[in-house]
């Protein structure tokens, strides 16, 4: 839109010097321009690098606030309060379940980090602040100055769902993006420091910055392991058992790693990230198809390498993502690729079950260079799994309860890359790269009195067997209550003897177990949940927190419905009310999810 300059004060000559330069500015730099404008007209020049501001003048804060289920978003949030000290710009960190949404008119300065689980679903902590925000109750916030980064994970139909809601929502009630919202995949990191660096430049200049701060009270050490994401440990396998009985028709694995010189910490309901390597067969199946040399010298960070060990070591070729396939359309030409990379659906169900060799047979490019190859795909991320011991107890080593996946599918025998390359490719004595993979949304009562109800099926019991140990090691009074399921009772109870061990000892209060395949009438976790509703009820009544890990598709949707139904009946509530009541349960984080 053309500037009108008809009822201006400016001379001719002035208002021809400003529409030039309006012409060649973006909207992020506009932003920045009416912010200076206005701190100018206040007396309060805008910070720039030729121009520090006067440290006399009150500083404006910055609320950094944080969706996460599993951790990362508080890590890039706690990274954005430690880089604004160190800019002199005064910011405080803020759990999204510990905000009151309606403080939100009182913000000028605002950064949201969130993740997106399951489906597009907002992460357990940020439902009271996405309901307020979406609900007819949010306020206008023309004053508030605002931008969203998003965690996602591209082979996931709703993309970084929860991100650009927040962002589409606080733009349509008035408030203006200091920076464009980036959308990140699981390989997040530069990503998330551009958008850190861009947004605090924005904001020193438009609120302007002083000398740098110490840390925020409250905010918390950002302490940050010599071993990690971007650096992880090379830890040897202690371990490596077959964990499921004769007759199972799972394979699940006890793995047992050595951290010993590493120095890394863990605590139960953390996770161990394992940094996996393609399968060898399948990524010469790929350069063949391609007609690549295993050799052929490409360039990764700066760096040359062979062609096979970016592949085998660096990136996806097991999953095919919608971006992923809508550039391979674009590569290869093909108008009944480029419809089906357009339909969400159609794409959701050609995709299952297939990788990345079935993409580039069915549909080739002509003409690819190897380092094209290497740009398209996307980094191969880190498989996490629920650690399954507590450190007080083992020390220098961690364990995990791994299911080897291999299935049939579209005319081809596949695999798992992390669990198979454990499974099978790995013996004791071999070196594996892992960090541990913090989860603060997942973890035991400080209060060791606490009853806890944990429900687990299948290798959902993993950090179960975690928090035993560790409740055990402390001594901890608080009952403790386990509700396992899997398929039969011979083959596929996992850690069989540790649970009636403990159950014996009276470490383990009760046990309940479900085995689908044992009778006619298949038979889950939440009918031990249904069944016991009453002493479920009576224990909650009685502060007990309840954890949930496993399935995110079907059991923990079908646990929960159980527990509202549940909770509806035995506290004769409505179905809202019982809604509600669930929801202080997760705010004072006793009901906890860890589900994939």
């Given at each position: 839109m053309a500037a009108d300059f008809s009822a201006s004060p400016l001379t001719g000559a002035q208002q021809q010097q400003l529409r030039q330069l309006l012409d060649g500015l973006d909207r992020d730099q506009a932003h920045w321009l009416a912010g200076y404008l206005a701190g100018y007209c206040?007396?309060?020049?805008?910070?720039?690098?030729?121009?520090?501001?006067?440290?006399?003048?009150?500083?404006?804060?910055?609320?950094?606030?944080?969706?996460?289920?599993?951790?990362?978003?508080?890590?890039?949030?706690?990274?954005?309060?430690?880089?604004?000290?160190d800019k002199g710009?005064?910011?405080?960190?803020?759990?999204?379940?510990?905000?009151?949404?309606?403080?939100?008119?009182?913000?000028?300065?605002?950064a949201l980090v969130t993740s997106t689980q399951g489906e597009g679903d907002p992460p357990d902590n940020a439902l009271d602040f996405h309901e307020f925000l979406m609900g007819k109750k949010a306020p206008k916030l023309e004053h508030l100055n605002y931008s969203v980064l998003a965690l996602g994970d591209s082979s996931y139909e709703q993309f970084c769902q929860t991100g650009k809601e927040f962002d589409e929502r606080l733009a349509g009630l008035g408030a203006t993006a200091m920076a464009q919202r980036v959308d990140c995949d699981v390989d997040y990191e530069d990503l998330a420091e551009q958008w850190i660096e861009r947004?605090?430049?924005?904001?020193?200049?438009?609120?302007?910055?002083?000398?740098?701060?110490?840390?925020?009270?409250g905010a918390g050490p950002v302490v940050e392991s010599v071993y990690g994401r971007k650096h992880p440990f090379l830890a040897t396998l202690l371990t490596n058992q077959l964990l499921s009985g004769q007759g199972s028709d799972k394979e699940v694995r006890h793995i047992e790693v050595s951290l010993e010189g590493s120095d890394l910490r863990y605590q139960p309901g953390d996770a161990l990230a394992v940094c996996p390597i393609n399968a060898p067969a399948l990524v010469q199946a790929v350069l063949s198809a391609l007609g690549f040399e295993a050799d052929a010298r490409v360039e990764l960070d700066g760096e040359p390498r062979a062609l096979a060990d970016v592949l085998r070591l660096e990136r996806e070729i097991t999953l095919l993502t919608p971006p992923l396939m809508k550039q391979w359309a674009e590569l290869a030409g093909h108008d009944e690729l480029r419809a089906l990379a357009d339909n969400p659906e159609e794409l959701r169900l050609w995709t299952a079950?297939?990788?990345?060799?079935?993409?580039?047979?069915?549909?080739?490019?002509?003409?690819?260079?190897?380092?094209?190859?290497?740009?398209?795909?996307r980094k191969l991320p880190p498989r996490l799994y629920s650690i399954s011991s507590s450190q007080s107890a083992e020390e220098d080593e961690v364990h995990i309860t791994v299911a080897a996946v291999r299935y049939h599918s579209h005319q081809r025998d596949r695999e798992g890359v992390a669990s198979c390359w454990l499974a099978d490719r790995l013996v004791e004595g071999d070196q594996l790269p892992v960090y541990i993979d913090p989860n603060k949304n997942f973890s035991l009562p400080s209060d060791d009195a606490t009853p806890i109800i944990m429900i687990g099926p299948g290798t959902g019991v993993a950090p179960f067997r975690a928090f035993m140990q560790e409740r055990e090691e402390r001594g901890a009074s608080g009952d403790n209550w386990l509700i396992f399921g899997d398929r039969h009772f011979r083959s596929d109870f996992l850690y069989q003897t540790e649970w009636i061990k403990w159950r014996r000892d009276g470490l383990l209060t009760r046990l309940d177990v479900a085995f689908s395949r044992d009778q006619a009438e298949k038979r889950?976790?939440?009918?031990?949940?249904?069944?016991?509703?009453?002493?479920?009820?009576?224990?909650?009544?009685?502060?007990?927190?309840?954890?949930?890990?496993?399935?995110?598709?079907?059991?923990?949707?079908?646990?929960?419905?159980?527990?509202?139904?549940?909770?509806?009946?035995?506290?004769?509530?409505?179905?809202?009310?019982?809604?509600?009541?669930?929801?202080?349960?997760?705010?004072?984080?006793?009901?906890?999810?860890?589900?994939?």
């Open positions: 206040q007396g309060t020049p805008a910070a720039t690098q030729s121009a520090p501001v006067n440290s006399d003048v009150p500083q404006s804060e910055l609320t950094v606030l944080f969706g996460s289920q599993t951790g990362n978003a508080e890590g890039v949030a706690e990274q954005l309060v430690a880089r604004a000290a710009i005064k910011a405080r960190l803020v759990d999204l379940a510990d905000y009151k949404p309606k403080q939100i008119r009182q913000e000028q300065w605002l947004l605090l430049d924005v904001m020193a200049a438009r609120a302007g910055a002083s000398q740098p701060l110490a840390a925020t009270p079950g297939r990788d990345f060799l079935d993409l580039i047979t069915q549909w080739p490019v002509e003409g690819l260079e190897p380092q094209a190859l290497v740009s398209l795909l889950y976790v939440q009918h031990c949940l249904a069944e016991q509703a009453g002493e479920v009820w009576a224990w909650l009544q009685q502060g007990a927190s309840i954890y949930v890990c496993g399935d995110a598709e079907k059991m923990a949707p079908d646990v929960h419905q159980t527990l509202l139904t549940l909770v509806s009946e035995q506290g004769e509530m409505t179905l809202a009310e019982a809604e509600d009541y669930l929801r202080q349960m997760n705010r004072d984080k006793r009901y906890q999810r860890d589900v994939y």
